[in-house]
Nanobody
Framework: QVQLVESGGGLVQPGGSLTLSCAASGFRFSWYDMSWYRQAPGKERELVADISNTGRTTKYPDSVKGRFTISRDNAKNTLYLEMNNLKVEDTAVYYC?????????WGQGTQVTVSS
């Protein structure tokens, strides 16, 4: 079955960096575009970054553009999110997402807390 397992979250000071990972299994990872989303307390889940199946095309909302970088290693079936210059408002649970045909699959999420 499809599994997405995020890791790498934690507590970091403003201006700091973290890199999240999402280990994928149960589907042909290299065939599908992938995404990172986040959800802060009391807010709706929002898109953080998209990447095409080859990794050649990426997209970001203005809120993270220039600070976050999405990448993937298709040989390792792993998705990454490098986050730099983190801000307090980046505090959220971060999820990776796969859309496989008509199915949408989410990981369990990893908490990122930015605080001094």
């Amino acid at each position: 079955q499809v599994q997405l397992v995020e890791s790498g979250g934690g507590l970091v000071q403003p201006g700091g960096s973290l890199t999240l990972s999402c280990a994928a299994s149960g589907f042909r990872f290299s065939w599908y575009d992938m995404s990172w989303y986040r959800q802060a307390p009391g807010k709706e889940r929002e898109l953080v970054a998209d990447i095409s199946n080859t990794g050649r095309t990426t997209k970001y909302p203005d809120s993270v553009k220039g600070r976050f970088t999405i990448s993937r290693d298709n040989a390792k079936n792993t998705l990454y999110l490098e986050m730099n210059n983190l801000k307090v408002e980046d505090t959220a649970v971060y999820y990776c997402r796969a859309v496989i045909g008509v199915m949408t699959r989410w990981g369990q999420g990893t908490q990122v807390t930015v605080s001094s």
